[in-house]
């Protein structure tokens, strides 16, 4: 991206943090891959002052850039979200036409109160969050083995492929208790399990990972130990993926993909794919 | 919402993880506050066989539920979104309308290809969002000293006030290094920022709570000790408040806002609210 020709200026725009707009504007442009995307964050817009502010800062862009800049806004206020669609801007209203079909369909009116959508400071489920976050940080790597017994899941892999990232990925965004143990060449070399995990065997999902790219994460660790040797990562990977496969585990490779990928695949497979809200 | 009387089913159908729907979804769903609405994650959808299985599971639910089910959908291919869009279903194209609306003012065609916008699994972004984690993790409450310097933002506060979440979420949705470092009562008798933490002072963002709150919390982990008291916890915030105040350094209350929401607040605050795509 960097040699590209063409940049253009986003403006994510929010009542509330600007999350849902930042991450659709991101899939989205992403989708034009020979433009360079600068986005700014203008969180928090819920009144008329903030709002001209906002668009004030648009229409200096847009003379400096000589452009208009792209705008990304979950406003929900009509009044709001009018002062910035007056900017010279390419105003993209993400709720608006959605908003007006799911009134037509569900034959009710919407809230439209502003910063509705992300004031769950104190919900249940955003305590179930926060809670989970808890678990998966006492239980990462094996360190508190009590307890188990509650978790939703538990990853288990060779040191280094990828659990605790997935880990606190899974508590932070969908509030599932993730633990993650490792397996380690003791494990490989009495050929089972830690005794540990026996009783949640059905709890089990694998990670793995390419030899070569776990060389690489241990060698930024440990320098050119034994550890991180491609010698050694070969045989422990070897080694744990027949464990898993011995055991019925399952299990898929980190190597090429991110930790959304990963813990959607882990969601799939182990069941929880619902979400009320 | 348990005894609210509309239920209705969505699918979130995506031919990726799902992760930008189902946020859109959230988002705007929650602005019908009367309806409880149960989702389903369809993710990977990236041929037409799997396309044709969830069209089935659709319109079996269709049946079930008596009504249409919502789909919200991040399909970019359109002869797979056609064949879901052909179902009993509300079908709502995410990206359809902004796609066309950008392809119009870039004057360029978009990639259209399945499954980009999460493909990121190798990028250097990505990258830096796991060292961001890593980093977070190794300086979580203050255990792990050196590489401070390397830190973009250093929280404190009182001990449970909700450093470590935060930090997590920073790292992993925005690749910031964010450590953490507590306040604790020998601070307060010092009547000083801990010593470690004086080269790094502009770097400090503080995190508070009510105290009520934090004894609710503290309970949780240590049921019924001096820590956990009212008491303590209103001596140790107040005394924390006026240390931050004393020190200049910016602080917020955790206590109504969310992790996303004080995150926001801190990117905006230390000015790292520059994204580029």
């Not at 949640?200 to 776990?214: A, H, M, N, V, W």
């Not at 959304?260 to 182990?270: A, F, G, H, Q």
Request: glycine share 6%; charged share 25%.
């Amino acid at each position: 991206m960097a040699d590209s020709l063409i940049e253009r200026t986003v403006f994510i725009v929010s009542d509330s943090t600007g999350i849902t707009a930042e991450t659709f504007s991101h899939a989205v442009l992403s989708q034009f891959e020979e433009v360079r995307f600068e986005a700014i964050r203008l969180p928090f817009i819920d009144s008329a002052d903030k709002a001209d502010a906002a668009a004030q800062r648009i229409e200096q862009k847009a003379r400096d850039d000589a452009l208009p800049p792209l705008v990304f806004s979950t406003l929900v206020d009509p009044e709001i979200a009018g002062r910035i669609r007056n900017a010279s801007c390419i105003f993209m209203d993400l709720f608006g036409a959605f908003v007006q079909h799911l009134e037509e369909t569900l034959g009710m009116k919407s809230s439209r109160s502003v910063g509705r959508t992300h004031t769950n400071g104190l919900s249940k489920q955003y305590n179930k969050r926060i809670e989970a976050i808890n678990f998966s940080l006492a239980h990462d790597d094996g360190q508190f083995v009590q307890g188990l017994q509650q978790a939703d899941v538990i990853l288990v892999g060779v040191s280094r492929c990828g659990k605790t990232p997935t880990s606190l990925y899974l508590a932070m965004q969908y509030a599932v208790r993730a633990a993650n143990y490792p397996l380690i060449p003791e494990d490989f070399d009495r050929g089972a399990l830690p005794h540990t995990l026996l009783p949640y065997r059905r709890k089990l999902f694998g990670l793995s990972i390419q030899p070569e790219r776990l060389a690489e994460v241990r060698n930024e660790r440990r320098p050119g130990s034994v550890y991180a040797s491609l010698h050694q990562c070969r045989q422990e990977v070897a080694d744990a993926e027949r464990l898993m496969r011995m055991e019925g585990i399952p299990w898929l490779s980190t190597t090429t993909r991110s930790i959304e990928e990963i813990s959607t695949k882990i969601m799939d497979e182990v069941g929880l794919d619902r979400l009320t809200y």
